[in-house]
């Protein structure tokens, strides 16, 4: 287990903040987790968990505990001929997952190839990608508990999952550890291609369609998309896609015949926060040392030096502008710290 003070948090976190934690713990194991929280209950009133820091925008230093998981392992739970379990440690990088998957030919997980962060992040953000959302997948989800280091196992549909939402963001924020994930993956061909311009991609390629083929085409969409964290800072999608009535909704497309939509509950639709925030000119425009991709109007980044308090400003500026413009209210996915 690492034990480190006064602790850089530039590599764990993709926007590229240089901020420093009081003290950084690295666990390897649930044993060292548990023992860490109860040889430790005096400061665990302000402790922050992180995974791979891609959801994440410090706006300075933490004064706090930062933990961080090291568990690694992939196990399987059970296997018919159809299908899958598999339960996969919380420190994992996702997209290794994700290849993982792809390599033993089981289907489910490849549209989200290629998203940043760690597998205990799937569970709690409900990570999700051209069609695919991580509670598609999520059978059971092994956490510990802050307050005395007791396991709880939550079901997929305990942990109420919505978009980019958990109960582990909501009523339990704080309280549970993510350790492990367990998933239900498929043997059997199931594509998801009509979400975005995948199929539009894969005419361009050669050949059967496949599991390797089409996760090559989904990361090179989002390469083509996306921002290099390593390069510009950023933490990917910045905005929630939002949710409008569909009265709302045909109110607009009288004006803007154009405006995408994708189906949502009954009633409502969901419209995407990119386009609007383009259609609000924002695309490429910077404000101070902060500013929006010229490629993605979804995407924040750090052009160089930026604080966090930088990028939040420009964040408002442009719910602002959103607001005004269609009447729509957007709300960052990234989490200020």
Not at 143 to 161: L, P, Q
Request: aromatic share 10%; proline share 3%; net charge negative.
């Amino acid at each position: 287990m690492k034990d480190l003070y006064n602790y850089s948090l530039l590599p764990h976190n993709t926007f590229g903040m240089d901020v420093q934690a009081a003290r950084f713990v690295e666990y390897t194991s649930v044993a060292e987790l548990i023992a860490f929280l109860r040889d430790n209950k005096e400061e665990l009133s302000f402790l922050l968990h992180i995974g791979g820091g891609s959801n994440l925008l410090f706006t300075q230093d933490y004064k706090g505990v930062v933990l961080h998981s090291a568990i690694k392992d992939y196990y399987i739970v059970k296997e018919t001929e159809t299908e899958v379990d598999i339960c996969v440690g919380a420190g994992v990088v996702w997209d290794d997952f994700v290849a993982y998957t792809v390599s033993k030919g089981w289907y489910g997980a490849e549209n989200l190839s290629h998203i940043p962060g760690e597998v205990g992040a799937s569970a709690v953000q409900n990570i999700g990608a051209y069609g695919v959302e991580a509670k598609d997948l999520i059978v059971e989800v092994d956490t510990v508990a802050v307050a005395d280091g007791s396991i709880r196992h939550f079901t997929n549909e305990e942990c109420r999952y919505a978009y980019r939402d958990s109960i582990f963001k909501k009523e339990l924020k704080g309280q549970y550890i993510v350790t492990h994930v367990t998933y239900r993956l498929s043997k059997q061909p199931v594509y998801h291609l009509e979400y975005g311009n995948i199929r539009a991609e894969l005419e361009k390629e050669q050949g059967e369609l496949s599991l390797e083929q089409l996760r090559r085409v989904i990361i090179r969409i989002r390469t083509a998309k996306l921002p290099d964290p390593k390069v510009m800072g950023n933490a990917g999608s910045f905005f929630m896609n939002p949710v409008i009535p569909v009265s709302q909704f045909e109110e607009l497309k009288r004006s803007y015949s154009d405006l995408p939509s994708y189906p949502a509950a009954e009633g409502w639709v969901k419209v995407p926060a990119g386009w609007l925030i383009d259609r609000c000119g924002w695309k490429g425009k910077t404000m101070g040392r902060a500013g929006v991709h010229s490629k993605q109007a979804l995407v924040l980044v750090n052009c160089g030096g930026a604080t966090g308090c930088e990028v939040i400003r420009l964040s408002q500026a442009i719910v602002d502008s959103v607001k005004e413009k269609f009447g729509i209210a957007i709300h960052p996915e990234v989490n200020f710290i």
